[in-house]
């Protein structure tokens, strides 16, 4: 996979080969890839368009999982950005919006309490947390976040 050729069709806002991967490989493959693309370790360069891509793919494919995807690419990944943090928890309650009661999505929401910057408050933890016990009564991580 040649990751400069992705970069280079972004930085000329030519979508094209992006969506074509979209459309052809499964989405786990094309969400790291993007996550490759928005953060180069090795150099500690960050491409914020990445996120403006995955904008646009919402406005065309609006669902959960491109949501999911967002809020780790914002709060994992390119969280050293100011208000990326916020962002990825907008990103994780719209996905739950769309797939409600999905262990993954709640996990990822509580994420948001549990980091130094807590923009998700105790009492919205400990609602998803219950919601999160009531799919898995063993979550380690919802257990963790009841007060």
């Known amino acids: 996979m040649n990751l400069i050729f992705f970069k280079e069709s972004l930085e000329r806002l030519d979508f094209q080969p992006l969506d074509n991967l979209y459309k052809e490989r499964d989405f786990?493959?094309?969400?790291?890839?993007?996550?490759?693309?928005?953060?180069?370790?090795?150099?500690?360069?960050?491409?914020?368009?990445?996120?403006?891509?995955?904008?646009?793919?919402?406005?065309?494919?609006?669902?959960?999982?491109?949501?999911?995807?967002?809020?780790?690419?914002?709060?994992?990944?390119?969280?050293?950005?100011?208000?990326?943090?916020?962002?990825?928890?907008?990103?994780?309650?719209?996905?739950?919006?769309?797939k409600p009661m999905d262990e993954n999505i709640l996990e990822i929401i509580l994420y948001y309490n549990h980091i130094p910057e807590k923009i998700l408050n105790d009492s919205d933890a400990n609602i998803y947390s219950n919601q999160l016990l009531k799919i898995n009564p063993l979550n380690k991580i919802a257990r963790r976040d009841l007060y």
């Not at 969400?31 to 990445?50: C, D, K, M, R, T």
């Open 28 to 98: 786990d493959f094309f969400e790291q890839v993007l996550y490759s693309l928005a953060f180069n370790p090795e150099s500690g360069e960050s491409n914020i368009f990445v996120y403006t891509y995955m904008l646009r793919l919402i406005n065309s494919h609006n669902n959960w999982r491109i949501h999911l995807s967002i809020s780790r690419l914002m709060g994992v990944i390119l969280n050293h950005l100011d208000g990326a943090e916020l962002i990825g928890l907008y990103h994780a309650l719209e996905a739950n919006k769309l």
